[in-house]
């Protein structure tokens, strides 16, 4: 698949976000979306889910494939395993895409966030991996210390992973991650005075 290039794709609207190799459940029952996920199941491709913020489109959202059709019935409806494959900016959105019931639009592939270079940081991330929470990491097992594997460790909201992808700046996605490792710190540590004022009592 042809990526870094302006693409024309299928776009199914969402207030959901997900980061590549995140995988989702999704309810399928609208005739227009039903007709969209059978394209794409016949074509063997993807879709765009932009992020859906207040009820507006967002110009940042997700490209995922379709990883298994869990079930489905008589009417059509039913319930797909999607993956996220990429990131995107929504370039130009076209509620009426070619022929079908469904909106489409011309994505950009986003650039994956780059190796961690602030040194402090990382070692603050590597603590709290190795001492507060020993399974922070435990399931990514990053070969480099990248922004996006940290993002992705985090557990984020939707909203908060459409703010880390719409970020620009390498420098824009640390700050992010700092400041949610700050808040970690913090929890764990509210916690951890709250265990020893109930073991005293």
Not at 33 to 57: C, E, H, R
Not at 104 to 120: A, S, W
Not at 192 to 200: E, F, G, I, V
């Amino acid at each position: 698949m042809t990526r870094n290039k302006i693409r024309n794709i299928p776009l199914f609207p969402l207030n959901i976000c997900l980061f590549p190799g995140e995988d989702l459940p999704l309810k399928i029952f609208e005739p227009r979306y039903k007709q969209l996920i059978n394209d794409t199941v016949a074509t063997n491709s993807t879709f765009g889910i932009p992020f859906v913020l207040k009820n507006k489109i967002q110009n940042f959202g997700t490209e995922v494939k379709i990883n298994q059709i869990v079930a489905k019935n008589t009417l059509g409806e039913m319930v797909i395993m999607i993956e996220g494959f990429s990131n995107f900016s929504l370039t130009d959105y076209d509620k009426n895409y070619k022929d079908k019931l469904y909106s489409g639009g011309r994505i950009l592939e986003v650039k994956p966030g780059g190796e961690i270079t602030d040194q402090e940081l990382i070692k603050s991330i590597y603590y709290y991996a190795e001492i507060v929470n020993t399974n922070f990491l435990k399931d990514l097992k990053p070969d480099l210390m990248s922004s996006d594997t940290i993002a992705r460790a985090f557990n984020l909201s939707p909203e908060d992973k459409f703010r880390y992808i719409s970020m620009n700046s390498q420098k824009e996605k640390e700050k992010f991650i700092r400041f949610n490792l700050d808040t970690l710190y913090k929890l764990s540590e509210q916690e951890r005075l709250l265990n020893k004022d109930y073991s005293l009592n």
